[in-house]
């Protein structure tokens, strides 16, 4: 069983408020990814992380912001929600094999984000 | 850049019955590959994957899966599906070499079961 939290699980507010998505894990892993997750489409990653200090942009461009001042905490912000940003944000954090990015990744059971 | 394609958005098989379920990909060289699992409201959890070595890979519940470089396919196989087994299924590739931290999904297979 994977040690990957994220909260909260669902969440709905207005235009314009600001929203931190929280994602924990207690695997002491140091790489930790964001993905988004719509209905009928493949799960694209939008910020990930190699360790504390460490953040990089992935490949679908993101109004949002993250953090890592922690190795076990990797939230994710906006700053100013819209409707265009519905949808389930997925957190994951990689089991590391002898340094390489072959090892597997544990997946939060996600957070499912509705913009009014 | 890698790519991977899942052919079949929704798949109906009967309980007991056999399954497959397809995925490609497009990588210019060996690639990582893995299989996913995620039930309704749930995170993904991995199924198998295949990073070298024996070209057919067991899984856990009963899955396996068989890479074929020939055909750029891995598709996900298991002998009998259980009504536990509805969810949805994604195939995944990851480049090899360090610093490549892109790890590409499709777009996944639903999979109902009937009884």
């Known amino acids: 069983e994977a040690d990957i939290y994220q909260t909260p699980r669902y969440l709905v507010i207005g235009t314009g408020k600001k929203i931190t998505l929280e994602c924990s894990q207690t695997?002491?892993?140091?790489?930790m990814y964001w993905y988004q997750q719509d209905p009928g489409m493949e799960l694209h990653l939008i910020h990930y992380s190699y360790g504390v200090n460490s953040t990089e942009k992935g490949d679908l461009s993101s109004e949002s912001t993250v953090s890592r001042i922690r190795t076990e905490h990797f939230p994710l912000t906006l700053e100013s929600a819209r409707p265009s940003h519905t949808s389930q944000y997925l957190c994951?954090?990689?089991?590391?094999?002898?340094?390489?990015?072959?090892?597997?990744?544990?997946f939060g059971e996600g957070s499912r984000l509705t913009v009014l | 850049a890698q790519s991977v394609t899942q052919p079949d958005i929704h798949i109906t098989v009967s309980e007991g019955a056999s399954l497959e379920l397809r995925c490609n990909y497009s990588?210019?060289?060996?690639?990582?590959l893995f299989w996913y699992v995620q039930s309704p409201g749930q995170g993904l959890q991995l199924l198998l994957k295949y990073f070298s070595g024996d070209t057919l890979v067991q899984g856990i519940k009963g899955f396996e899966a068989e890479f074929k470089r020939s055909q750029s396919s891995f598709n996900l196989r298991k002998p009998s599906v259980h009504w536990s087994d509805a969810a949805e299924y994604f195939c995944a590739v990851g480049a090899r070499g360090f610093g490549n931290e892109k790890l590409t999904f499709g777009t996944g297979t639903r999979l109902t079961i009937i009884p």
């Open positions: 994951a954090s990689r089991d590391p094999l002898a340094g390489s990015n072959t090892g597997e990744l544990f």
């Open positions: 990588y210019g060289a060996t690639p990582y």
């Open positions: 695997m002491g892993h140091d790489k």
